[in-house]
């Protein structure tokens, strides 16, 4: 765990020198702010389940672009294949890059705390919980988003193709909720669990169910287990 550790904080000590890091802390921050200032200045209700709502929307496309790079950019660069040269294991260096863009999905929804502030000012009945349960949502969202945005690193040296198949794959995810008017009530309360909206809403009415954690945390190891198989088994093809 000590390598993942260090690669975490050598790769999040990169993306903050970085200034297309500050351009999508910009992007999401102008986009979030909008939809909060219309709920509360124009619709004046003291609440973010609008903002957390925005938000999942946008972690489509944050979470590919801060991890497109992950695995993508090592494989292009060369430093990959040193790094699986190094007493480093493979699921170290997977887990490394996942603590690493966790810290920044974290430090971007930290810096909309400012949101909270204002409300608890001069918002009257602010639900805390909800809020509270909203942003461990989004935490756990956004960490299967995560490893599923590595996944899609490791199965290119491009990071243009790296985002495109991240963004893809995580929106079959988010369009399941959609998908009820094409297919039998049924069958659709089966495919609906698979949503992560379905489960995001919980976090959102400010109930925290263990199905929901349990569902993200699986979610995510399957994704960050499909990453580290990808990278052994481009490791054994070089060996041949």
């Known amino acids: 765990m000590s390598g993942a550790l260090i690669i975490a904080r050598k790769e999040y000590q990169l993306a903050l020198r970085s200034l297309g890091t500050y351009i999508i802390f910009v992007i999401f921050l102008l986009f979030t702010g909008?939809?909060?200032?219309?709920?509360?200045?124009?619709?004046?209700?003291a609440e973010l389940r609008g903002?957390?709502?925005?938000?999942?929307?946008?972690?489509?496309?944050?979470?590919?672009?801060?991890?497109?790079?992950?695995i993508a950019k090592e494989r292009n660069s060369g430093t990959l294949e040193l790094l699986s040269t190094l007493p480093i294991r493979l699921g170290s260096i997977v887990w490394g890059k996942f603590?690493?863009?966790?810290?920044?999905?974290?430090t971007v929804l930290l810096s909309t705390l400012v949101y909270l502030a204002l409300i608890a000012?001069?918002?009257?009945?602010v639900d805390y919980g909800a809020v509270a349960t909203g942003y461990l949502g989004l935490l756990c969202a956004g960490a299967a988003y995560i490893a599923i945005g590595l996944f899609a690193s490791s199965l290119s040296g491009n990071q243009v193709l790296a985002f495109i198949l991240a963004l893809a794959i995580s929106a079959v995810f988010y369009l399941l909720r959609y998908v009820g008017d094409f297919i039998p009530v049924r069958v659709f309360a089966s495919v609906e669990y698979f949503s992560f909206?379905?489960?995001?809403r919980n976090f959102l009415k400010g109930v925290i169910d263990t199905r929901d954690l349990l569902f993200f945390a699986v979610i995510t190891y399957i994704f960050a287990l499909l990453a580290e198989l990808r990278l052994q088994a481009q490791n054994l093809m070089q060996e041949r």
């Open 99 to 106: 603590l690493a863009a966790m810290l920044l999905l974290l």
């Open 51 to 70: 903002s957390f709502e925005l938000m999942h929307i946008l972690l489509l496309f944050y979470i590919p672009a801060i991890t497109m790079g992950s």
């Open 34 to 45: 909008f939809m909060f200032a219309n709920t509360a200045l124009k619709i004046r209700l």
């Open 197 to 200: 909206d379905y489960h995001l």
């Open 121 to 125: 000012i001069y918002g009257i009945g």
